[in-house]
């Protein structure tokens, strides 16, 4: 990666985007030594421009950047980099530098698709989700089709609750049997992105 530093007098803005929400985080600034310190400890570290040194962030407040994906736009001359934060990322105590909330529903999704993955390569004998796994691949894709088919059937009546409760099951099983599967959710959604177009 070939980042030019001469542009901005020896340093670059650096976009922090959340790796699971994709939500912007903050911008700080890097010099070379700032960007080779965050490659080596995969937290993101900084230039502070107001103390003039190198700056970890959450090295006072245990809020650390833990670099995830570190890209470089077409100028090389801005870095963006995606990181999962280890609480809030302002100063002020916000999610963000803008205010903004991060805790996007669709996170707890890829969250949730963590676990599933996390029980598959160290399963645990009390884990149903472990379970699952153990039966194989026949038995995950029925429990797709019985949520399936049990969702179908509360969509019929006027229980939202019981319809909410299906519709949950059936969200599960499918990430168990896409985890058996060896596929990621993202690439579901890369299918329907294509789609869209």
Known sequence: MNVDFDKGDGLVPVVIQDASTNKVLMLGYMNQEALEKTRQEKRVTFYSRSKQRLWTKGETSGNFLNVKEILVDCDQDTLLIKADPVGPVCHTGADT?????????????????????????????????????????????????EEAVELVIEAKDDNKDLFLGEAADLLYHYLVLLEAKSIGLDEVIAVLEKRHK
């Not at 029980?119 to 039966?135: A, C, G, H, I, M």
């Open 97 to 145: 530098c803008f205010k903004e909330s991060n805790q996007g529903k669709a996170a707890f999704i890829q969250y949730l698709a963590e676990i599933i993955h996390d029980r598959k390569v160290n399963p645990t004998e009390k884990s149903y989700t472990t379970s699952l796994f153990n039966k194989g691949i026949n038995k995950v894709a029925q429990k797709v089709g």
